[in-house]
């Protein structure tokens, strides 16, 4: 899987659970999707979808706000989790 | 600084003092008239107890959590609204003193507290929010040269009246969203209240919290530049429900203590004939070590979090989970104990002028599970179990 799908396939999973007020497709990767409005109860959501739709257990020292605070740092935790081609 | 030095020793002895000789002996009179503790607080003041958890070097006494944490205990025995206020503060002080940080206004604010012994009240709970302390309807706005204003209507704030400074939570800006949050100091002189509605509640009575109005007019510094969400999650939740759980604690204690002392005075009447409320006092301890034990664990568990550098654990989901359910526990707890004091000492115990009357106690009790509605708790750990693995 390359980084940009990755990155896509976040956005998709945002755009479904993380019930921003605004659009998802127009948010900067690095954005914090909590000034974006994403509630702690959504952030829930988010982090089970993205289990879900990569396959993988976030361990629990990851289960903290800041790694689920935007696009580009869960990107960079699914990547911590073997997930995409970065190396 | 060491964690066991004769200063905290003289700290509990101290506070365990002012419980006996001051907090007691007004207890009654401040659970009749719903009235602050004026005694406690002025005698706690003289003591230097309210800057206990401010560092020596910023002029206050460095006191370990776990000593402060066994003071709520203390003053809870005596009196529940006492330590509830003694409590709330130095939630607000750990806020502070935690995520100081370099600024320098908060560093000279602490000195401040130290030097004045300022009471500081929380203003977190809002009306319209559903009892979400994550989230704040009320913003800080521009007021012009460098300084931010705000007007928050607040269900409650415990002792509004008689603190000198409130620790408010408000969305950063009118354009941020409702969890977008910072925390800031607001000094009485800066600060207008206008109280709504009375204050008659079924226990907690010297607390004093009505509703008001809170508005002022501030410089910028006194925002906090940690966000709150970071706040909330490092200090101010596992340190209120640590703190509460301990002076509840306390309160179920003497509840226990007032049910011993009944049993042993019928027994004294009935030699050689073991009184039948004493098999019901067996009962109880038993129920008392259950909460004592969680609390002891909680408290644990913080300190060993709080120990690592950087206090990664505290940010966790897992480390939410744990310290509501200390919460949760312990505010079932305490009046479940209570209520069984209540049982073990019969009509005297009913009655509110015996040495044996537990009524305070179990009215005290009841609004455990009211300070953030454990409904709400169970709520947000239902969420979090979803996703957190080893709790």
Known sequence: MSDATV??????????????????????????????????????????ALEDAFDVEFPDRMLTREVFESIDAIAAALSELAVGSSA | MSAVSATDTDFL????????????????????EARFPVETVQALREARALS???????????V?????????????????ASAMVFAMHQIQVACIVRHVGGEPWLADYLRRVAN??????SVTSEVGTGGDMGRSIAALTEAGEGRLSFEKQAPTVSYGAHADDLLVTLRRGPEAEPGDQVLVLAQRDQTTLRQNGTWDPLGMRGTC?????????????????????????ETMVPVSHILWSHLWLGIATDAFDR???????????????????????????????????????????????SAEPGRPRLSTMTAAVRFNSLKIAASEQAPRICQAALGVCGI???KNDTPFSVGRHLRDTMSASLMIANERIHQTNAGLLLIAKEV
């Open chain 2, 116 to 121: 004045e012994q300022r009471l500081i009240a």
């Open chain 2, 209 to 233: 919290s009505p509703g008001y109005l809170v508005s002022a007019t501030l410089p910028a510094e006194q925002a906090l530049s940690t966000p709150f969400p970071r706040i909330a999650a």
């Open chain 2, 259 to 305: 049910a011993r002392e009944f049993v042993r005075a019928a027994a004294k009447r009935n030699p050689g004939e073991p009184p039948p409320a004493a098999l019901r006092l067996s009962q109880l301890l038993s129920e008392l070590g259950l909460l004592r034990a969680e609390v002891r664990a909680g408290l644990t568990d913080f300190l060993e979090m």
């Open chain 2, 52 to 62: 206990a958890l401010v560092p020596v070097e910023l002029g206050g006494d460095g």
């Open chain 2, 13 to 32: 002895t101290t506070v365990r003092d002012i419980a006996e000789r001051v907090a007691a002996p007004n207890a009654d009179m401040v659970d009749r």
């Open chain 2, 348 to 350: 005297v115990g009913f």
């Open chain 1, 7 to 48: 990155i896509e396939q976040i956005r998709n999973v945002i755009a479904e659970h993380a019930r921003l007020p605004g659009e998802a497709a127009d948010l900067p990767a690095g954005a914090s999707l909590y000034e974006a409005g994403m509630t702690s109860h959504a952030s829930v959501s988010v982090m089970l």
């Open chain 2, 64 to 80: 370990p959590f776990e000593t402060v944490a066994a003071a709520c205990f203390e003053l809870g025995r005596r009196c529940g």
